[in-house]
């Protein structure tokens, strides 16, 4: 897609022609079925970003046996939630990692308002802050018809969607001809109440943060280009104020 891409950190740096350009640190908050994935994928390649999903990187932590993981572990293992703080230190190791040094995108934390003011203290102690936490939202009823339309093939998981890209014979793969199906996690009545999980908790954070003036909104049901260019735009206009 020509034009659509967003200019490298270094382009944008000749563009300001100012000598320091601030590391661009985001949350992204947003329910199933809005788009996040699709954004935080154009957003790391556009910025250079470290992407830190929570789920994501404590499995890492584990997997390598660093001491936070093996901690994290213990937790786990005992099917218990792994504590405010060793998140936190997981997602510190990797704030403070040379990836990370243009800036992050985190997804999935902070996800209460407590672990909203640990991270803020955190990143202080580490001369860092936030730049600006993206929220992507679209109404439930859009939502459910979103995730409610996908289809799964039972042979390979080739994945369908019977409004944005359905199959060409009715509930059959095109690639393999096996039968297609929805997921229990795809069914509205799944999705309704994964929704208002999520209204519950992402509320009083919305808050938070708007009280901050951190907060910036996206429309989820506009397509994902001009979502992009959006959030592009918006980060462009903070990075100048942040030069004046
Ligand atoms: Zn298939």
């Known amino acids: 897609m020509p ?114 003011e640990a991270l803020d203290a955190a990143l202080g102690r580490l001369e860092r802050r936030l730049t600006a936490v993206l929220c992507i939202s679209a109404p439930d009823d859009e939502v459910v018809r979103r995730l409610s339309g996908r289809r799964m093939c039972v042979e390979s998981g080739h994945v369908y969607n019977l409004h944005t890209d359905p199959p060409k014979r009715d509930m059959v793969c095109d690639q393999d001809g096996s039968e297609l199906v929805q997921r229990d996690d795809d069914r509205e009545e799944t999705v309704r109440r994964r929704l208002a ?27 994902p280009t001009e979502v992009h260019d959006h959030i592009r735009a918006t980060i462009a206009t903070l990075r100048l104020e942040d030069e004046l």
């Not at 200019?7 to 996040?36: C, F, Q, W, Y």
């Not at 704030?95 to 909203?116: H, I, K, M, N, W």
């Open 3 to 116: 034009g659509s891409r967003f200019l490298r950190r270094s382009e944008v740096h000749a563009n300001l022609s100012a000598s320091t350009l601030s590391d661009l640190n985001l949350i992204l908050l947003g329910p199933p079925g809005a788009g996040k994935g699709t954004q935080a994928e154009r957003l790391q390649e556009d910025f250079d970003l470290a992407y830190i999903a929570t789920g994501d990187i404590l499995r890492k932590a584990v997997a390598e046996e660093s001491d936070l993981g093996r901690k994290a572990k213990e937790y786990m293992d005992k099917g218990e939630l792994v504590p405010d703080a060793i998140i936190i230190g997981v997602i510190l190791e990797c704030v403070r990692s040379e990836a990370a040094r243009d800036g992050f995108l985190l997804d999935g934390y902070p996800r209460t308002v407590e672990q909203a």
């Open 197 to 223: 999980v999520y209204h519950r908790q992402t509320a009083p954070l919305v808050r938070f943060y708007e009280e901050r003036d951190l907060l910036r909104r996206f429309d989820g049901t506009r397509s």
